[in-house]
């Protein structure tokens, strides 16, 4: 199942900058996994982002690591 991040903005809307950023499944990318409404329109970034310092939905991230595996990658 592939993801994408989406952006929540506040009440000033876009120009008032991101809030936080949702993960959402690509089949439904107006429903963060945590069940809030993400506008259409929204900013989206792709999921290999997520963990990387972004302001994410604490909810949304607990349920994307349990539902995507980690890849361990061995350093030799």
């Not at 000033?12 to 429903?31: F, L």
């Not at 963060?32 to 302001?55: N, Q, V």
């Amino acid at each position: 199942m592939a993801h994408q991040l989406r952006a929540e903005y506040g009440p000033a809307g876009r120009t008032g900058g991101v809030v936080k950023w949702h993960v959402v499944r690509d089949g439904n990318p107006t429903e963060g996994m945590c069940g809030a409404d993400i506008d259409p329109d929204a900013e989206s970034k792709p999921e290999h982002l997520w963990g990387t310092g972004l302001r994410t939905c604490q909810q949304c991230g607990s349920l994307y690591i349990h539902e995507v595996p980690y890849l361990r990658v061995d350093q030799g």
